[in-house]
Nanobody
Framework: QVQLQESGPGLVQPSQTLSLTCIVS??????????WTWIRQSPGKGLEYMGA???????DWNPSLQSRTSFSRDTSKNQFTLQLTSVTPDDTAVYYC??????????WGQGTQVTVSS
């Protein structure tokens, strides 16, 4: 059973950089066919795809967030990371890490609440 667990700060100040890590167990982040994805949901809004790291390390961006996002991974720890720069209160959301395939988002972390506030 694949499990994903997000970790990161619950509170970030405006203009700072948000960094979130997803620890994966039960499956390798280098296994072929999977995309290690970040999705968020802001209050009162739908789910927003932020981007993904493919199993080869190739990155798929959300164009609207590309200028502020970066993705990385540590294969030795089987984890991957999202960084979001210059955060504003509009970035307040529950952030999820997800394992996806070409056709679906299979496994989700429980989500972590991030609030941007001074």
């Amino acid at each position: 059973q694949v499990q994903l667990q997000e970790s990161g700060p619950g509170l970030v100040q405006p203009s700072q950089t948000l960094s979130l890590t997803c620890i994966v167990s039960g499956g390798s982040i280098t296994a072929k066919g999977y995309y290690w994805t970040w999705i968020r949901q802001s209050p009162g809004k739908g789910l927003e795809y932020m981007g993904a790291l493919g199993y080869s390390g190739r990155i798929d961006w959300n164009p609207s967030l590309q200028s502020r996002t970066s993705f990385s991974r540590d294969t030795s720890k089987n984890q991957f990371t999202l960084q979001l720069t210059s955060v504003t209160p509009d970035d307040t959301a529950v952030y999820y890490c997800v394992r996806g395939t070409a056709s679906e988002f299979e496994y989700w972390g429980q989500g972590t609440q991030v609030t941007v506030s001074s």
